[in-house]
DNA sequence: TGTACTTTGTTCGAATATCGCACAAAAAGG
DNA sequence: CCTTTTTGTGCGATATTCGAACAAAGTACA
């Protein structure tokens, strides 16, 4: 184990939307290291281009993003399912997304949006938590059951609306029955105003590796009609994903 | 300088998508590092879960998009144009991007899409050269002669098509009649196809932090036409920006 | 405005982890 | 089956990290 990597890594997960400036004493704070430690860090980082330094302050570079972009750009998966998300979203008219699962969140990979529906601007590498989202609930479903437990007992579960599930009883409940149907469906959990259905998309070995939605606003149509007006469609999507072996 | 942090970074960027999948050896040897270096590189990503192992090859995990859209996130540009691009978008009718510079490459932070144009699929955190992109050629012209030349001498310049500038005096020439003229224009040195137009957008100091696009299918309308046709709501954009002093 | 106090940044020797050579093991190739 | 290439690992020399102590800068309050 190099200490001093999982240092660097550590700082650099310090920054965020709402400390995009850091100073030496906070990044210590955050990061849970040594002042010393984290001054070595960012001095190092600013050498090596991934964070500017103005003599009080440290912020981080675009140089950065060829760290994880890397990581985008190796998956296959945005590629392969871009097109085949256009096409539905023009289809159906909403806007269609797709994720895949890292701990307790989603993490966007490709988006073919329509008119803006969520609050939030949401781009591959977007992040929400899985127990609240149509897709994060697909891809819990389909770990087994203890690991999900694990999973959703590690943060607290924020009620984001008043509809949000977060009793975790209830949620693995809620996780049994979507795998037996097939797919999850969310009424305003996330935000008020925006409801989802998701399926999951499995690779060649039949395993769930990603999962499909469409985003809708609530007042457009009674809650129930959902499914029947848009499965069809996301079920012939992943129908033809699981052709091409993603 | 702590050089393990610098030798992990390394190893992260190692990956790309033409090689995904990487051994200890090939890691080592892409990263210009010793194979035991490597080796423990790579052991402790996995140990933190940036990466994964089989025993034969190791893979980076979604987890490392922690770093690089972390950045993503804690720059304010790209929820505050997001919404303009959605507009000015809907109302041309074209793709438009925005995008930051970084070295030799534009790195796309917003995007809102029409129907497809490029034959691959930009979103945030892609990447292009800059010499022969509209967007790269606007950046470029932000920056000293001395520092542009710098830039465009470190790395070959391919000719992508038969129309892409090479010289690096004529490219020279170029960001100089950009910068007199306040926007860039290009025509097929990209991918034959397409033509785009951008222009720079500023902070509240004056100074070019990023560049705003609209990308054309080339047979569309004459090259001539299309500053005529697309400029005066790409610098109207640019006038409002400049206002909310990003 | 001066003084005490808090917070932040930096230095330095002791302690520790890393480097990369050299060797061992395992594949690959003939 | 032996050679060649690739891959994995132990170990001493070496460079890096640790954290307490110090210095500097900023704050609070009389």
Known sequence: MMGSLAK??????????????????ETAEIAGLDRATARRCLLTLAELGYADYDGKFFTITPRVLRLGTGCLATMPLPRLVQPWLDRLSQEIGQSTSVSILDEGE?????????????SIALMPGSRLPAYCTSMGRVLLAALDEQRARQILSAKPLIARTE??????????RELAATRARGYAQIDQEVEIGLRSLAVPLFDARGQTIAALNVGLPANQEPM???????LPALLRVQGELAKISI
């Open 8 to 25: 660097g890594l550590k700082v650099i997960e310090a920054f965020s939307a709402e400390r995009p400036r850091l100073s030496i004493s």
């Open 106 to 118: 989603i993490v966007y990979v490709a988006r073919a949006a329509q008119q803006r529906v969520m």
């Open 163 to 172: 509809k949000t599930l977060t009793d975790i009883e209830a949620l693995m």
């Open 224 to 230: 129930q009609e959902i499914a029947k007006k848009y």
